[in-house]
């Protein structure tokens, strides 16, 4: 009898649960270092060893940019699920309720109202992690529905940007949101109220193309990717290597499209030096800033 792996074995295997086994370590996608999850998390999903930025959870993004972590979520309109009847390998009603199990949200956008600097704003910020952040119907309406609440109030209106682009389910439906958010755009502009764009991993697609590049000032985190179309797309169009570091955040500020890029612990120090400036509004520090300095 081996008493490492007929007793010692079966007894860890007993007490280790799958579970704690694949979410103890995270994988970094740029150097390949395996991050523990705890303290990756507790570091702003930021890599210790490369400083790459890792995709945040959006009430964790919320939490970093209001003051004190203190933010009112806004009730979005519930629309119809699936316009067109859409089915590929599997049913669009199918998908949503997959990822609304996986991700307890109900589409890809969240809209939050609350204090950064001591000035009332609203962010709509899109999730990743549903569909890819792709701008369908209630994506389009969140947006809508953030820009009233800013008019309404006379609010500064930021959206952070996270999305692969338009929503293939719902065909010209998403489409169309390219023009409705462009709409609700012009319309804080026509009221002369500031529009943040903060732009995050990834910016494309339809939502480069619309609402995440029209702001006053554009805010991107250190490296993120943001484009329309993809790298390896645009070198088989035009049949040539494409320029080192293009499509990121640093290579579009070389090139006027980005006014600042920060690393993430910095994003809300820059926000609220450019709310207070598009405000005339003296800022107001938050305790959570305080404490960590």
């Not at 790459?52 to 309109?77: A, C, Q, S, Y």
């Not at 006053?216 to 993809?230: L, N, R, S």
């Not at 005339?280 to 800033?289: F, N």
């Amino acid at each position: 009898m081996n008493w490492l792996s007929d007793f010692v074995r079966p007894k860890i295997k007993k007490i280790t649960t799958k579970e704690i086994a694949d979410n103890l370590w995270t994988k970094c996608p740029e150097c390949g270092q395996m991050l523990f999850t705890k303290e990756l998390e507790k570091n702003n999903f930021i890599c210790t060893h490369c400083d790459h930025h890792l995709r945040l959870p959006i009430l964790k993004r919320f939490e970093m940019l209001f003051d004190n972590g203190e933010f009112h979520l806004v009730t979005l309109p519930k629309l119809q699920e699936d316009p067109l009847n859409f089915k590929d390998s599997k049913k669009y009603t199918d998908r949503l309720r997959t990822y609304r199990k996986s991700t307890g949200s109900e589409d890809a956008i969240k809209v939050a109202q609350g204090e950064i600097g001591g000035i009332t704003c609203v962010i709509a910020a899109l999730d990743f992690s549903f569909m890819g952040g792709s701008m369908g119907t209630a994506v389009g309406e969140g947006i809508v529905k953030g820009a009233e609440i800013a008019m309404r109030g006379n609010y500064p209106f930021i959206t952070i940007a996270a999305s692969g682009g338009a929503r293939m389910q719902e065909g010209i439906l998403s489409l169309m949101q390219m023009a409705r958010t462009t709409a609700a755009v012009n319309m804080l502009k026509e009221k002369g109220l500031p529009f943040i764009s903060i732009l995050t991993d990834p910016t494309t697609g339809g939502v480069s193309a619309s609402f995440a590049m029209l702001g006053d000032v554009h805010i991107a985190e250190k490296g993120c990717v943001i484009g329309f179309a993809g790298a390896r797309v645009i070198e088989q169009t035009i049949r040539e290597k494409l320029p080192e570091g293009f499509q990121r955040a640093e290579y579009l500020k070389e090139h006027g499209m980005v006014d600042i890029v920060a690393r993430r612990p910095e994003l809300k120090n820059e926000l609220v030096k450019v709310i207070s400036i598009l405000t005339h509004k003296k800022p107001q520090l938050d305790t959570q800033l305080l404490e960590s300095k």
